[in-house]
């Protein structure tokens, strides 16, 4: 597509409840990178897939959160037992590749609150 | 392990008053750096990147940013300010060569009275 594309928009869950944000980035994008924006915290780096290669886990705050990519493209970031301080922006982006001096195009989010 | 520092949390200024946001990183090597740029209700978008060539940088909108070496530093620029341009404005950088992601800043928020 166009842009990098993300669903839900907005998503209110319950706490202990699973839920699953869709990433779908621009076609033929490689690298797609998750992060997660708090209010007064900036964003904070969550996971990135660069082809094939295995995942950056490295940002994952807890082992409730995982995420997938299929077929290298659709990405899927999963947050099971949610709990009140998940509640934030996820961000999703793409770039052509990782290295230098690719920007990321980021999706609009989705805004997960946790009641 | 990189770090990046926005002094600024939030700056207020009038219509054509000038510009200048700070952003300082820490990293040993060399890097590549960008600012990025959130207006209300929008997505972030790319504003300028600086990867190699001339440390003075020009963007879109009439934003610069020139890249200092010795004070690692990698400060945003606006001769007159529009009312336009409240946003929020986040730094951001990797390492050279790397693979790995970027690196943001925890961003300034400039609001611009008309």
């Known amino acids: 597509g166009a842009g990098v594309s993300q669903s839900p928009s907005n998503k209110v869950t319950e706490k202990g409840k699973d839920v699953e944000l869709r990433c779908d980035p621009i076609?033929?994008?490689?690298?797609l990178y998750w992060y997660r924006q708090s209010l007064g915290q900036g964003l904070e780096f969550l996971i990135y897939?660069?082809?094939?290669?295995?995942?950056?886990k490295s940002g994952l705050p807890s082992d409730r959160f995982s995420a997938e990519r299929t077929g290298g493209s659709v990405s899927t970031l999963t947050i099971q037992r949610t709990q009140q301080e998940d509640s934030a922006v996820y961000l999703c982006?793409?770039?052509?590749?990782?290295?230098?001096?690719?920007?990321?195009?980021f999706g609009s989010g989705t805004r997960l609150t946790v009641v | 392990a990189q770090s990046v520092s926005q002094h600024n949390h939030h700056v207020i200024l009038s219509e054509a008053a000038s510009l200048e946001l700070g952003c300082n990183y820490s990293?040993?090597?060399?890097?590549?750096l960008f600012w990025y740029v959130q207006y209300p209700g929008q997505h972030l978008q790319l504003l300028l990147k600086?990867?190699?060539?001339?440390?003075l940088v020009k963007g879109i909108k009439g934003f610069e940013a020139e890249f200092i070496k010795s004070k690692f530093s990698f400060n945003l620029r606006k001769p007159s300010v529009q009312w336009s341009d409240t946003a929020e404005y986040f730094c951001?950088?990797?390492?050279?060569?790397?693979?790995?992601?970027?690196?943001f800043g925890k961003g300034t928020k400039l609001s611009v009275k008309p």
């Open positions: 982006a793409s770039s052509p590749r990782t290295g230098d001096g690719f920007g990321y195009t």
């Open positions: 076609s033929g994008h490689t690298a």
């Open positions: 897939f660069q082809g094939n290669s295995a995942p950056d």
């Open positions: 990293y040993g090597g060399t890097v590549n």
């Open positions: 600086y990867f190699s060539g001339d440390p």
């Open positions: 951001a950088v990797n390492a050279k060569g790397s693979q790995g992601n970027l690196i």
